[in-house]
C-alpha cells in the first residue's frame, strides 16, 4: 500500500507562488500516475495536475496551463506541484493522489485511490 504525505500549502498574495510536495512511500512503481487535486467545501473535487510515474508525462487542467508544473524526484519518491501566479481562486485543500492503473480515468477522482490528507492554500486579493 502506498501512504502520501503532502505539504507545502499555505497563505500567499494573488500573483505570487507556492510549491506543493508529496511523499510517497510503500509500493509506487505499481502506480500508473500520480495526480494534483483540489477542493473548495461544498464542491467537488477537481482535478489539477497528473504526472505518470515512469514516463513523467504530464497533463494539466485547462485553468493551470502555463501557471502551475507537476514533476517528480524518483529517487526520493516525492511530486511536486509548483504554483506560479495565483489568484485568489486558487484557494482550496490540495490533495495528492494514486492513480493504481491506465490513463483512462486520469481526471476523474474516482480512479485515484489512496489520497493524502490535502494541504490548504490561501491566495488573498
Known amino acids: 500500500q502506498v501512504q502520501l504525505v503532502e505539504s507545502g500549502g499555505g497563505l500567499v498574495q494573488a500573483g505570487g507562488s507556492l510549491r506543493l510536495s508529496c511523499a510517497a512511500s510503500?509500493?509506487?512503481?505499481?502506480?500508473?500516475?500520480m495526480g494534483w487535486f483540489r477542493q473548495v467545501p461544498g464542491m467537488e473535487r477537481e482535478f489539477v495536475a497528473a504526472?505518470?510515474?515512469?514516463?513523467?508525462?504530464?497533463f494539466y487542467a485547462d485553468f493551470v496551463k502555463g501557471r502551475f508544473t507537476i514533476s517528480r524526484d524518483d529517487a526520493k519518491n516525492i511530486v511536486y506541484l509548483q504554483m506560479n501566479s495565483l489568484k485568489p481562486e486558487d484557494t482550496a485543500i490540495y490533495y495528492c493522489?494514486?492513480?493504481?492503473?491506465?490513463?483512462?480515468?486520469?481526471?476523474?477522482?474516482?480512479?485515484?485511490?489512496?489520497w493524502g490528507q490535502g494541504t490548504q492554500v490561501t491566495v488573498s486579493s
Open positions: 493522489a494514486v492513480k493504481p492503473q491506465t490513463i483512462v480515468g486520469l481526471r476523474s477522482p474516482l480512479k485515484y485511490n489512496p
Open positions: 510503500g509500493r509506487t512503481f505499481s502506480a500508473y500516475a
Open positions: 504526472i505518470s510515474w515512469i514516463a513523467g508525462v504530464t
